[in-house]
């Protein structure tokens, strides 16, 4: 398994604001995603944070939007540009350890946003 | 594109019954299913994984089964307690996840 740790654990914007989301791993992972969970909703993948190039975005989510940056191998961040009410949402990051045989993914404890 | 259900949305139940909950979902050309369990404002608990090649997995009082030709999973809890109360979330995909909407389990004491 893996640690997973996501600063900050809240925040509350006002709209047009922009909020960077850090996402800290205890090991080195192979893979790391950003879902998002809106209010009453599951989990939908915004994209997959890949080291050393751009991010791949799944439909309906644009880089402008949400800038995601991958240094290395164990960190990651989320900007949520340009907030409105729309994006209040719990956002998680995930993660596949280094050496999984099994893609079996783990998650952080999300940020929870809300915008004004 | 993958479609995955699980039914009931929410569930009640007292002290020490077993629990049984179901994720269906379209495509069954899967690569894993996992479940999870999310409580009230946190994120998610890896419990099990089945890989496709898997017909289930065991961990202490849980017990999933998959099968892929009717595409459909199941979650067993035995002998149910308050601190299993949470949302239970199952979720289908290689690396890419697609999640149901989940159940929400009340354990009555």
């Known amino acids: 398994s893996a640690v997973i740790s996501q600063k900050p654990s809240r925040d509350i914007c006002q709209r047009g604001t922009s909020l960077t989301i850090q996402c800290q791993v205890d090991?080195?992972?192979?893979?790391m995603f950003w879902y998002r969970q809106q209010p009453g909703q599951s989990l939908t993948l915004i994209a997959t944070?890949?080291?050393?190039?751009?991010?791949?975005?799944e439909s309906g989510f644009v880089i402008d939007k949400f800038p995601i940056s991958r240094p290395n191998l164990t960190f990651s961040t989320l900007t949520v540009s340009n907030m409105s009410p729309e994006d209040s949402s719990i956002y998680l990051c995930?993660?596949?350890?280094?050496?999984?045989?099994?893609?079996?993914?783990?998650f952080g404890p999300g940020t929870r946003l809300t915008v004004l | 594109k993958q479609e995955v259900t699980q039914i009931p949305a929410a569930l009640s139940v007292p002290e020490g019954e077993n629990l049984v909950l179901n994720c269906s979902f379209t495509?069954?050309?899967?690569?894993?299913l996992q479940w999870f369990r999310q409580d009230p404002g946190k994120g998610l608990t890896s419990l099990l994984l089945?890989?496709?090649?898997?017909r289930e997995q065991t961990s202490g009082r849980l017990n999933a089964s998959l099968d892929k030709s009717s595409g459909r999973s199941t979650l067993y809890i035995a002998a149910s307690q308050p601190g299993d109360s949470a949302t239970y979330l199952c979720?289908?995909?290689?690396?890419?996840?697609?999640f149901g909407a989940g159940t929400t389990v009340t354990v009555r004491a």
């Open positions: 495509d069954s050309a899967i690569y894993n």
């Open positions: 090991s080195q992972v192979t893979m």
């Open positions: 979720a289908v995909g290689d690396y890419k996840l697609s």
């Open positions: 089945i890989q496709s090649s898997q």
């Open positions: 944070a890949n080291q050393g190039s751009e991010a791949t975005y």
């Open positions: 995930s993660v596949i350890p280094r050496g999984s045989g099994t893609n079996e993914q783990f």
